[in-house]
């Protein structure tokens, strides 16, 4: 199946906020990481964390730990430049941290406006590992080409905090606890023996087909293999057949809109938050079917 890409450039002209437009350009050679960098610091704070909706539905200005998991994508996709903005981040996410290395899922919101009830109303006093394991799983990408985020002691302390939570999860977790943790343990693989054993148990609760219910989501909300596994060449793609891979790569390519974007198939909570996600999912469905040889 193939896909319009200048469509897909019309749309993001059209509709995707800055700094998706200039995350698009990447790879095409049309953006550069300076100019990707300068987009993200609209969203950055004087002590190192980012909010201002960052994380399209989070649109209250504080640091947040789930904006944070954002700026990391950001910074893999600059490399093999790096930022100082990333160990800065990294600084922020220590000082947040609870004392078992892990972070909550999100941290009192000084206005609710364009907010999800799930940010708004989030226990800040516990540690969250859907939050805690899609951030350093994200950091731990960017670790890979930039040694200060490598070496920080707060990626250390999470990595710790996220191979023991993930002990605890089986066939009753969250979809999205159950993706991130097997996103965490891809990521870490290569430096942390027990990932290997613990991505295999993980696997047994994902059915063959992929197809994960959303508990509490939009109604047939359902999380699929690329939701696990997006790219090739990855421990955790030896969860899912060739097949099923292929499929869900097809009905990934069959969901560009005719005005060329994708869109999202779970609740949003703003009109700026509904576009702002088309515009980040755009961005992501042409990476994934680009590394994966469908573009």
Known sequence: M????????????????LLDRRRFGLP?????????LVALDGYRNPDGGYGWGLEPDLRSPESQPG???????????????????????????????LPDGGLPFALPVTSSAGCA?????????????????????AALRVAAHD????????????????????????????????????????????????????????????PADGRVRVEGGA??????PLDFAPFPDRPARALFAQEV????????????RDDGGWTVDYATISPAGALDWRGYTTVRAVEVLRRNGRL
């Open 2 to 17: 193939s896909i319009d890409l200048s469509a897909v450039s019309s749309f993001m002209a059209t509709h995707a906020r």
């Open 117 to 137: 009830p799930w940010w708004a109303g989030a226990d800040t006093t516990v540690s969250s590992l859907q939050i805690t394991s899609v951030t350093a799983a």
């Open 28 to 36: 095409l050679g049309e953006s550069d990481p300076a100019a990707v």
């Open 219 to 224: 109604e047939d909300e359902t999380l699929r």
């Open 67 to 97: 904006a944070a998991a954002h700026a990391f994508e950001v910074f893999e996709e600059i490399a093999p430049a790096t930022a100082p903005q990333a160990t800065a981040l990294c600084d922020w996410l220590e000082s947040v941290s």
């Open 245 to 256: 891979i292929d499929a869900d790569l097809d009905r990934l390519a069959g969901l560009q």
């Open 147 to 206: 040694p200060a985020v490598a070496e920080h002691p707060w990626l250390d302390r999470a990595v710790r905090y996220c191979l023991a939570a993930v002990e605890k999860v089986d066939h009753t977790s969250h979809a999205y606890v159950l993706a991130f943790a097997v996103r965490f343990l891809d990521a870490v693989h290569g430096t942390a023996p027990e990932a290997a054993g613990l991505l295999e148990r993980l696997g047994e609760y994902i």
